[in-house]
C-alpha cells in the first residue's frame, strides 16, 4: 500500500504544468509603494474600448464580450483573394464553439463605404451565422483602421493598388476575456485553424 501511495506521489509531482498561452504586445512596468517596499506591476496591452454597428443593427462595444472569449478579424466582402478563405476557415472555428456560449466572433469590415449594413446580414445569412454568437460590424472607416493598428496589432488600409483596393493582415486574433490578445493565426491555414482550436481549449481552462 505505502508503495502504490508513493508512486502516485512521484507521478503526480512530475506532472507537467498545465500549458498557458502568452498575452502578446509590449507590456509595461509601473512602480508602487506597499508598506514602504516598491512593488513593480507588469500592465499588458488591453483591446481598447470600441463602438461599431453590426449586420442586426445593433450597438456592439467591448462590453458585448464582456466575460467572453472572442475571435476576431479585418475583412471586406469585395475582397478578391484572402478574405472568402478566412472567412471559411472562421467558420470552422465557429462550427466548433458553435453551443459554447462563452466563445464569440468579432468580423470587422474594412470598406465600410461599400459593406453596408444590410449587405453584412446577407453575408451573415449565407453564412448560416447569427448575432450575438458572429457579428460583422461597421463604423467610421479610420476609427476601424486605427482599432486595428492599435488595437490588435494588425494591418488594414486603403491602397489603389493592392487587389480590391485595400490592403490588410489576414490574421485570426484570439482575444481572452480581460481582452487581451493571446494569439495570431494565419487565416487562409488549415493547420493554422488547427491551432486556433487548440488554444481556445487550453484558454478555457484557464478560469
Known sequence: MKKIL???LLVSGCA????????LGEPAVTARQDNGKTVYDTIYPVVPPFSFTDQDSLAVNEQS?????YVADFIFLSCP????KMTVEMKKVYNTFKANDGIRFLSHTIDPED?????LKAYAASLEVTGPKWRFVTGNQDTIYRLAEKGYF???YKDSTAPGGFVHSGG???????RHIRGVYNGTDPQETTRLINDINILLKEN
Not at 507537467?16 to 498575452?23: G, Q, R, V
Not at 483573394?81 to 472568402?84: D, L
Open 6 to 8: 508513493l508512486l502516485a
Open 172 to 178: 485570426l486574433l484570439l482575444v481572452d476575456k480581460a
Open 65 to 69: 464580450f464582456a466575460g467572453k472569449i
Open 16 to 23: 507537467s504544468p498545465a500549458k498557458k498561452l502568452p498575452i
Open 81 to 84: 483573394n484572402i478574405c472568402p
Open 115 to 119: 459593406d453596408s449594413i444590410p449587405r
Open 154 to 156: 494588425s494591418t488594414a
